[in-house]
């Protein structure tokens, strides 16, 4: 599916998805990711849901954000609370979902201006 991208705005919008892929702001990528209205996180370290672990969740606590959204792969799935327990602990809400549902989800949060982040496990 292709989103399409507002010219006026220079906050980092998802422009498409599909099998193995997100596009933000028109740049493939097909690798998990961070996506957060100011900048890109390429280095996160989970490539698929079975290698999620509490640690990789405590390191998204300090970016900062009333919501992040969790993009589990192709499928809804959920972690075991121990993965969530680092975000539940700091105040940060989760939601979890597939990548395409958390694609959607952040560009109409984003248009409302909250302080969201995608982590998404392309993998």
């Known amino acids: 599916m292709k989103l ?3 010219p006026a705005t220079a906050k980092n919008a998802i422009t498409g ?4 892929y997100v ?3 028109r740049q493939r990528f097909e690798r ?5 209205p100011e900048r890109i996180l390429l280095d996160w370290p989970p490539n698929r849901f079975d290698d999620l672990a509490p640690e990789h969740l405590a390191a998204l606590a300090g970016l900062d954000r009333e919501i992040i959204l969790l993009g589990t792969g192709a499928q809804l799935r959920f972690p075991r609370p121990e993965i969530i327990q680092p975000l539940m602990r700091s105040g940060v809400g989760v939601e979890v979902m597939d990548v395409h549902a958390a694609c959607r989800t952040y560009n109409i ?6 302080r969201v982040a995608a982590a998404l496990l392309i993998g």
């Open 109 to 114: 949060l984003l248009a409302e201006d909250r």
């Open 4 to 6: 399409h991208l507002d």
């Open 23 to 25: 596009m933000v702001n």
């Open 17 to 20: 998805y599909g099998e193995g």
């Open 32 to 36: 998990s990711l961070v996506v957060l």
